[in-house]
């Protein structure tokens, strides 16, 4: 392997396209944030949820609850789902929130449909990621890295469903650790992020019509159907 040095970084984006580039043969994918916390027998509780699914392109994803290092338990239980939240005028990328799931969609089930994607939580079958993978020249990407994303998995064939218990746990509080775009180059950084933003929103505004947007999806559904 090579080492990375933190100044030097590229964004999240970037570096899923390098961790991708380790998928040899494996059954699944899980992809996770840092900081993150597990229930037991966490793995085989994911597959379970997976293959109840009949879709061998579903993919298990939410925002995580938050976990309080120095505690034992987790202060919040009740699973939750994604949805819409608003367009940031700042960049006119859609901002992606969570929603308590209420009870009656899990009843008896082990997930319930979702309609969005969470990078920081994400299990699938490997073989979706050999279908969709990370673009690399999306330097700096923050905001808009997940419907990106979740377009072009949702193309493919994919479909979202978040998980009627939790199973993984983040520590969502940044305010003790650096991040990314403030440990290098913050101006260079930001720059980059301002031209993948703008290509994404370009991709995102023209779906097919744009021959670059029209070479990443797929052809099972289409980018304005999502």
Request: aromatic share 10%.
């Amino acid at each position: 392997g090579s080492a990375l040095v933190a100044k030097t970084s590229k964004g999240p984006v970037v570096a899923r396209n390098l961790s991708q580039t380790m998928l040899r043969d494996e059954t699944y994918l899980l992809q996770i944030d840092s900081h993150m916390r597990f229930s037991c027998a966490w793995d085989e509780k994911l597959i379970s949820v997976l293959l109840s699914l009949n879709d061998s392109l579903g993919v298990v994803t939410c925002y995580p609850p938050s976990y309080d290092p120095l505690s034992p338990s987790q202060a919040h239980e009740q699973p939750s789902k994604l949805r819409a939240s608003h367009f940031d005028p700042s960049d006119e990328i859609l901002r992606i929130s969570s929603v308590d799931l209420p009870t009656e969609e899990c009843t008896g089930r082990f997930s319930a449909p979702s309609s969005f994607w969470a990078a920081g939580f994400s299990f699938s079958r490997a073989q979706l990621r050999r279908l969709v993978t990370y673009d690399a020249t999306l330097e700096g990407l923050f905001w808009g890295e997940e419907t990106i994303m979740a377009v072009r998995m949702w193309t493919h064939g994919a479909s979202f469903y978040a998980p009627c218990h939790n199973i993984v746990w983040h520590r969502w509080r940044r305010d003790y650790r650096p991040v990314y775009w403030k440990d290098g180059d913050v101006k260079a950084i930001l720059r980059s992020a301002r031209l993948s933003t703008s290509r994404v929103v370009r991709l995102l505004s023209n779906g097919e019509e744009d021959e670059e947007a029209a070479a990443m999806f797929g052809s099972r559904r289409s980018a304005r159907s999502f």
